[in-house]
């Protein structure tokens, strides 16, 4: 249930992703699928058919991301559901599809923090928010946002420069629990460890919870310019021109293939002059429109 955040926050869950709505289905044994995941040593097929089943359930293709991390993280999809077997993990999934939404999330990880890499940060602050702010309509998305840490820094940075009114933000994740979580706004102090006091004091107001410990929820004028969006990015762009995208250690769990349309597809939607911001450790190989601002940031070509 969406607390009432929500009424501050604009969230829509897509279909295929839906999970309350989807039917009851069984895993497909590996002779009715039309395709083979690749060997992997420490993946065996009857893995690889649960996984691929997960994920089918959930609307995503298996097929775009690396083996070696589905396979990396099937133990801890096991012990999230705390399923003594494959067989026994799909038959909790079959009947509470409330489980789909933590065995997605422990599949397919989202790792974020505010202001994660610092120098990235000082770029946004220092040269690309001041460059796109100038335009009397700003949008930005930030793709995989996970729950929401990303995209909430960015505006924290955007309301400190009096901007945030001109501006229309986006999130979106894959995973449902995930964009639960980014509408709520609500933080542990732990979380908010990178944001200075001022900035924490100004744009969070303490939300105690029940066990005692203290959280904090985003304050309604910073959540008053952003929405967020249960969908896959793999499966559909959200159109632009955008401004500013954010798709951070996206990349690095893709297969190559997938990685090189997202990357196509990314740039297409941004405006001429607008700004891709990506890990550190990734280059968006294939795409001559994009060069390099500064570690992490590329700009489109006017």
């Known amino acids: 249930m969406i607390t009432k955040a929500a009424k501050y926050c604009h969230v829509v869950f897509a279909d295929a992703i839906n999970l309350s709505r989807r039917p009851v289905d069984h895993a497909p044994q590996a002779e009715e ?57 799909r038959f909790m999934i079959e009947r509470n599809d409330e489980l789909l939404h933590e065995a997605v999330s422990a599949l397919i990880i989202g790792v974020t923090q505010f202001f994660r890499d610092a120098p990235v940060f000082d770029a946004l602050r220092d040269v690309v928010l001041p460059r796109i702010s100038q335009h009397p309509h700003v949008r930005i998305w930030s793709v995989g946002c996970s729950d929401g840490s990303e995209l909430y820094s960015v505006a924290i940075l955007l309301a400190e420069m009096r901007a945030l009114h001109r501006c229309s933000l986006l999130g979106t994740d894959c995973r449902a629990e995930a964009m639960r979580q980014a509408v709520e706004g609500r933080f542990c102090g732990a979380a908010l460890a990178a944001v200075p006091d001022r900035m924490r004091e100004h744009h969070f107001s303490p939300d105690p919870i029940n066990d005692g410990s203290h959280s904090y929820k985003a304050r309604p004028f910073l959540c008053s310019s952003m929405r967020w969006r249960c969908a896959n990015v793999l499966d559909a762009v959200e159109p632009g021109p955008w401004d500013l995208i954010l798709c951070r250690n996206m990349s690095m769990y893709l297969r190559p293939e997938a990685s090189g349309r997202l990357w196509k597809s990314l740039q297409s939607e941004l405006r001429p002059g607008g700004y891709l911001v990506l890990g550190r450790a990734e280059r968006p190989h294939g795409v001559d429109s994009l060069s390099i601002a500064s570690p992490g940031v590329y700009r489109r070509g006017n």
């Open 33 to 89: 699928i039309g395709y083979q995941l690749e060997s992997h040593p420490s993946f065996n097929l009857d893995e690889q058919t649960f996984v691929r089943w997960v994920l089918r359930r959930a609307g995503i293709d298996a097929e775009h991301y690396r083996r070696e991390t589905l396979a990396r993280r099937l133990p801890a999809c096991l012990r999230v559901l705390r399923a003594a077997s494959l067989s026994h993990a």
